[in-house]
């Protein structure tokens, strides 16, 4: 399904730097505070959303050389 929630997060053993400030930034917007906020809870515990924003995510961070790893819910 489309609409169900998928979740991303880094890798094990990601460097990502100041990447995630970047990348975050070009897809939300917001204040330098607001994406270092942002970039800090993801490396933390990763970003949940439907499959579509979630594959925004993994594309924008797969581009910029941060490998990551989807979850996808169960499907019956």
Known sequence: MENSESRISL???SEVGAVL???FRQLDGGTLAEVKESARSFRESGRSGTKI????????????GVETVVVHPETD
């Open 11 to 13: 890798a094990k053993g």
């Open 21 to 23: 400030l970047k990348v």
């Open 53 to 64: 924003e979630v594959e925004i995510v993994r594309r924008a961070l797969g581009e910029a």
